[in-house]
Each structure stands twice: as C-alpha cells, then as structure tokens.
C-alpha cells in the first residue's frame, strides 16, 4: 500500500483515511489553501492552515466543519504524523507532510519561493517523496527580484502622479490583491479597495496586518483618486465604475506578463511579472532541496517538467488532477466571488 495514492477524488491517504486538496466531495479533507481549486465545497471535514480558516469559510459557508493546525505542529492519523509547512503561495498556504515508517511524502499545492512579506516563506521540507505543482515549469518563466518589481510600481506610480491619473490594478482577490496593496502603499499612494478584494482583506484581517485603504465607491472625488491606486478583481475589467473615475491607467499582475504579447492581449497599460507560483529556477531548487527520490508532477507544464527532472537523474511521473494554472485559478475565483 502506498502512503499516496492518486484517485479519482484526489490525492488519497489509505492508511489515514484522509485526502489532500480533494476535486470531489468526500469525508475528511486537508486543505492546502483558499484558493478555489484546491479547496472546494462538499467535504465532511476541513483540517486547514489557522489563516485559511476565516477565508474558506466566507466562500463555503459559514457552517463547514473546520479543524485548525498550526505550522510545524503534528496530528497523528491511524499512526501517519501529519504537519503543515509554510508554502510562502499566499497566505496561510501550507505543504502537507505525511510520514509513516520511514516513508515521508510532502504534497506541496502551490508554491514561491520568494519571499512576498505578506505570506509565510517557503520552508523546503526534507523527504522521500514530493508531489510538486509545475505552472510555470519552463525556463521562459524567471522572475524579477521582488527588488526590481518594488522599483518598477514606484515608477509607475511617480508617472500616474504626474499624469494626474488613476491607476487601477487587476489582481486576484486572495493572495496578489494583498501582495499589490502593500507594495502600492510603500509608494505614499493612497489605495482603494474594491468590494471583492476588500471582503477578502477582511478575512485576512483575522490575523495578518494590512495597510491602510478605502472601499472603493462612486461618490469619491476624481481629485482623490488621481495618482493614487484602486485594486480590483480582473473580473470587474470594463465594469461601468471604471467610465466614472476619470483618466487612468490599467495594469495587470501575473506571471504570464513574462510571455511576449501578454499585455497587449489582455488589455491593459502596464503589466507586472508578479506571480504566487514558482518559476524555474524556483521549482528546480525547491525539488533539489526536498533530497527527494520520487517526483509526482502535478497541474502546469506536467510532461516537459517531468521530463526535465527525469533527466537530472530523480525519477518523476505525472500526475493528472484538477487544480487549474494562475489563469483557471482566477477564473474559479471569479465565479466564487459573483
Ligand atoms: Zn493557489
Ligand atoms: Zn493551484
């Protein structure tokens, strides 16, 4: 009996009768964060990262069973020690380890590397098997330094001031909204927050700080607005609010902005290579540092990722499951939130 096996539910324990981020309603669930496809509605029982609580439960309901375990503590199922790791995606995001006799399986969900100073950073977790995701799983995809990233909002923002515009972000509710929030007020700009993004923040709010903004609404002044900052949802792209604010400026943050045509094809002025997932390099270090010696390559560039780590000399497989890529992420996020 393998400590995983891959069903048509998810990603099963057998011998702890638990699943991880599970696509289909079944009994006890761990949930390696609040983003919606990996974790959905149906489960019996939730066991989550404390910080993911407050979120899943403002978009499953109010009346889910939810059980909180904290980072580095352990619960013992049917004898298989279980602990959550910091997966530094967004926050609250957690890597599952599952160990029993020897065996040590870590299921990462998603995952960065860099340190965003909102989520808790990536802790890379020694084991004999790792399942990692592969969004970005090719070379084309390396970030710039948080540092360059930082400096290239400044700028930005120094141009809407003297342009007397608005700059209005599009980024998801959970995760970049925050990510964009602190960076945009590291400027001096004052920001807005849309109805979406701001109930999300409330969640947050439960147990990280945020800085310090305004609901968004129709009766603020343009002379408020100009040269300052509104993040919305990209659902909200085109919404009859964005006719009423006067000038502005739209930018979208992803780490598909690092594909040439990107920006021009979603429509927007400014495009930020800003993403929760890892990047190359960030996968290649991550797998190299767990010393694992089996690789489970799970939603993304799965084929060509396996490939590559099988000719680094670790035996890699894929593996077919439901969660979507930062696109499809969006996508059910948006339907959550209508
Ligand atoms: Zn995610
Ligand atoms: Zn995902």
Known sequence: MSL????????????????IDPWKPVAKAIITHAHADHSRYGMKNYLAHP????????????????QALDFHQSISMNGVKIMLHPAGHIPGSAQVSLEYKGEKWVVSGDYKLENDGISTPFEPVPCTHFVTESTFGLPVFDWPEEEVLEEQMHRWRASLVESQKVGVVYAYALGKAQRVMKTMANTGARIFTHAAVERTNECLEHNI????RTEFNSDL??????????IATPGSMGARWTKKIGPHETASVSGWMRMRGTRRRSNVDMGFVMSDHAD???LNTAV??????????????TEVYSKWINSQGINAEVVKTAFGDEKEEQNEEQKELK
Request: glycine share 10%; net charge neutral.
């Open 4 to 19: 995983i096996e891959f069903k048509e539910e998810g990603l099963f324990c057998p011998r702890a009768n638990v699943y």
């Open 51 to 66: 910080w993911s609580i407050p979120v899943m439960k403002h978009r499953l309901g109010q009346d889910i069973n939810t």
């Open 209 to 212: 700080e945020l800085p310090d």
């Open 221 to 230: 002044k343009k002379e408020e607005l100009q040269g300052n900052i509104i």
């Open 280 to 282: 190359w390099k960030g």
């Open 288 to 301: 190299k540092m767990t010393g694992a010696e089996k690789v489970f390559v799970t939603h993304g560039y």
